[in-house]
Every structure is written in C-alpha cells, then in structure tokens.
C-alpha cells in the first residue's frame, strides 16, 4: 500500500456542500436530509490505525486495528486503555518509532453470530511475512479477548517481498468470509500471480468459517463453499473468488444491495476501483497483470485470451496521488442527500476523498472533502456512520447534516436531525434551523401536529373562527386550530391563541404530554420538590413534574427548570423528540 514517507498529520479543514435551498416559515418544508458535510475528530493517539469496524453487537463500539498488533476499543466516549487483542507477539514486529511498511496486523472482522459465539478473525503477518487469518474469541470480559484463544484458518506463503499483503477481511450477506491477497510483492507481478487461478496470491478469497474441508489437515480449518467459481475446478485454488488483483488493500459490501466494491492499488500509473453486483457467481478477472486499469500493462501470452473486466473507476497519479484507499457507500443516518447510496474512497498520499455516482451504467466522481495524508483506511459503524483514519494517528467520523448552522459538534444535533427526518419540520428558512431563536406558539402548533399525526398529515383547511387573532389566512391557521381540535392547545385565554407569542417551557409541558396521552389525560399531582423554581402551587407543576417522570426533560440546570422562560427551537427538538420516540442519529 505504502509509496511515500511517513509525514505528520496537520490540520482538518471541513468543506460544507451545499445542495438545495429551503423554504418556507416556521416549521417549514422537510428539507434535504444531510445537504451538508464535514470531518469531526473522533479520536487521536492511535498508532498506525488501518482498519476500523464493529462487532455488530449492539454495544455501538468501534474496534480499532492498529497496524503494530493491537485491536483498541472506542466505546463512543473514550479510547480503552487497554486492547481488545495484542497480536504483536505473533505478528510481523515494527521498528521504533513504528514503522511497519506493508507488515503486521491488517484486518479484522467478527463473524455474523458474533453476539452469541464471540468469534472474530484477524489478518496479520507472521515475521517470516507470511499471511495468517486467525480466529480468536472474547473472553468474559466483553472488551478483551481472549489472546490465548488462537485458531489458525489459513497461512498463505509472502515472505519473498515484503509489500502486498492485501489485509482486508469481512464477511458477505452469505455469511462467508472474503479475504483480500496481494499479489505476493515486488513490482510488475514477477511471480505472475495476478493471471494464475491455482495460488492465492492476487486474489479475493471466500471461505466458510464454519465448517473444515481439510480435516486431515491442521494448517486449514476452514471450508470451501461448493458455490465458489473453482471449487470443482482442480487446477485452480477452490478459495478463489475474483482474481487479476495487484493489491485489494481495502474492499467493502454496500450494507443495502450487497454489491462489492473493490478498491485495487495500481502499480505506476492507474489506481482502480472494481465492482461485482450482489447477484455475481464469482469469477471474474480483473486484469492484472495484464492490464493496469483499463489500460494494458503487459502483453505476454498470457494476456492475449482472457476477457477482463474493467474497473468502474479509475484515476491516475498526478497531483501527488499514489494509492487507492477504498471507502464504503453510505447508508447510516442521518439520511444524506450527498451522501446516501454513494461511494467513497480516498488516496493514500494526497487525502482527497471523492464521491462516486452511477446510473445508467455511467460512474462519475467529484472530490467532497480533504483530509491530510497519509490516510489508511475507511470504517463502518454499526449503524452506518463512516469514518476514515490516518497514519498520523487520528480517527474522524464523515459526518453529514442537514442545517448549516446545526453542525454535528452542536450540543442538540441529533436531535434537530430526528426532528427534521420525521418530516416535522424544514428549519427557519435558508438552510438554517435557528436553534437558539425562541419558538413561537404558531410554531409550536405545527410541530406538534405533525409529531402527533405524522409528516404526511395534512390538517382541514382553517375557519377562522376558532380564535379571534387567527384568521384563515394566517400562515398556520390550519395547524392552530388542528391542535385545538385535538384538545392539545386551548389558547391563551379570551378566546385567542396569540400565535405570535413565545412558547414558554411551562406551556410545553402542557402541550406535549395532552399530544403524547391526549387530551383527558391529567398528571398526578405536583408535589413541588423535583425543581427549585416549581413550587406545588405553580400553575402547571403537575405538568413538570410528570414530564421529568417520564425522561423528557430535566430542566435547565442547577435543579431547576425556568417554567417562565421561552423555549429555544433547540430545546423543542429536544423534547418533542423524547416526546413521541422520534428515531435520531
């Protein structure tokens, strides 16, 4: 993977991509999810960090591959101090400072049943250079492994050449593990093992981890899927499932339609990325050595019969850029209008990371943000979220958003994302949500319509008759007298509603606990000892007591809860969120 020097890492900068325009007052229409991206720091410290994944486990934790042997643990606040496995003992050793070129740990993934057999696989390389997948499992303590656990699958001859050693592991929709394998070093394929079907090298593999082909042999613990292109073929390696491969460092499943996208290093002038739709039976070749790309490289006898399949993409090395890093298509939340259904990948020496397109057969790319080099590798969330990590030591979270001045660094952005992807509201006009602007009750009448009834109800027109200062042709008329009709508001005395007036935090509480039970509910009675500022005979105690019963709200600091204060659109998305159990980020 490696062709340039180590260099520290300097700053991030964010580039924020626009995509459309919002409209509309108040809750407004439902905008583009998403219409904007940016890097946000996750965590730094790490050493040689080239693979980032989960355990699909349900814990929300992000395992950590640093290339000197250990798997680190980030448990969505922290770096664990200690590592979830140490492999160094068994792996290529690095010098000091570490520098392990092409060598030692370089992939892990857990199995599919993992949260009930605690099994997970590494790739590494032994000193001799040797790549090893190896099956370990958990101990007790679910943030260690057991290191004496160790049960060799698969041992593939590299210790000609240190460089090309492939890495990645991960499993497919099948339940069957995929195995990227370099083409065994040096340049030019000079074993020619791009074009051999019968050596491992140069390839994709895919094997059954549960089950043994071999059992006479101790050295393969594995099975070889009797659907796998050359499983009955004796001349070629039955684990072969693509081939024609220079290094496949980083691979990855589109977690929607299974397709498989290939990110391939090309030797001196083509980097590559190749794609095998869900529903291929393996098999293909992807040219090397043969070709570079799409572009030929050599033309012995060997290259004059095969029929090869071009990559999707492809770039060439101008600009400083020298390898491919291979990404993922985006499937997390929130929903993104640049990001959703499209690949990323990046390169290793420049940190440019592009966004890939396609339809009608047609791919196109377009350069989204910048990280600085040397960037390793991109991971997965359990949940979606992409990340990308650099030799530098640093993890960041590719994060999209939906309002440019709601940033995922701000204390309630996953909460103005549920607001918005539940179709309650499409922010304060121009791109923007205006979290610290107060809310208004004409406001507060259309969100709560919508969180109550869903984002595709549309209220009967308005009478303008329901309350005096709101006539049918104010902008939230229907929506007024909507919640009146639903027993949620009734006014604010003398048969008005003054639309225009902020909501208090007080009033909320009225307002979403009749939207959440309706509007016979009573709460018990308010005792006046939960907040400071609530004493039992305020007028709407009960009210928030029972909103800080239920785990809606719990206040605004220092034990108390400013019932007379106006409510923030930040706080509503807040609450309106806890409220009706609105899905976040």
Known sequence: MHRSPRSRLSALWPLLIPVLLLSGRGAGAAPPSGGFVQLVPVVSGLTDPLGVTHAGDGSGRLFIVQQTGQIRIWDGTQLLA???????????????????????????????????????????????????????????????????????????????????????????????????????????????????????????????????????????????????????????????????????????????THDLYIADVGQGNWEEIDFQPAASAGGQNYGWDCREGAHPFETDADCTGPAFIDPVLEYDHSGGKCAVIGGYVYRGQPASSVLTGNYLYSDLCTGQIWLSTHGA???????????????????????????????????????????????????????????????????????????????????????????????????????????????ASYWAASYIEQVAADGVARGCGANRYCPEALLTRAEAAVLLLRGKHGQSYAPPAGTGTVFHDVPADYWAVSWIEQLSAEGISGGCGGGNYCPDQAMTRAEAAVLLTRTFSLTTP
């Open 82 to 256: 200690t590592s979830f496995l140490d492999v160094s003992s068994v792996s290529s050793p690095c010098g000091s400072p570490p520098n392990c070129g092409e060598r030692g740990l370089l992939g892990l993934a857990f199995h599919p049943n993992y949260a009930s057999n605690g099994f997970f696989y590494v790739d590494y390389t032994r000193g001799n250079g040797d790549i090893v997948i190896a099956r370990y499992h958990v101990s007790a303590n679910p943030n260690v492994a057991d290191p004496n656990s160790g049960l060799i699958l698969l041992t593939i001859p590299h210790s000609s050449q240190p460089n090309h050693n492939g890495g990645q592991l991960a499993f497919g929709s099948d339940g069957y593990l995929y195995i990227g394998v370099g083409d065994g070093g040096g340049g030019g394929d000079p074993f020619e093992s791009g074009q051999n079907t019968n050596t491992l090298l140069g390839k994709v593999l895919r094997i059954d981890v549960n089950g043994d082909s071999f059992p006479a042999d101790p050295n393969r613990n594995y099975a070889i899927p009797p659907s796998n292109p050359f499983a009955s073929t004796p001349s070629s390696a039955p684990e072969v499932w693509a081939y024609g491969l220079r290094n496949p460092w980083r691979f990855s499943f589109d977690r929607s």
């Open 361 to 471: 057969g047609s791919w196109t790319s377009q350069q989204i943000l910048s990280i600085s080099p040397l960037v390793t590798t991109f991971g997965e969330s359990e949940k979606g979220r992409l990340y990308i990590a650099s030799q530098g030591g640093t993890l960041q979270w590719i994060a999209p958003y939906t309002f440019q001045d709601v940033a995922p660094d701000f204390w309630a952005w996953q909460f103005v994302e549920g607001l918005a992807a539940s179709g309650i509201t499409g922010g304060c006009g121009g791109n923007d949500f205006c979290p610290n602007s107060s809310l208004n009750r004409a406001e507060a009448a259309v969100f709560l319509v919508r969180a109550v009834h869903g984002s595709a109800f549309v209220p009967p027109a308005a009478s303008g008759t329901v309350f005096t200062d709101v006539p």
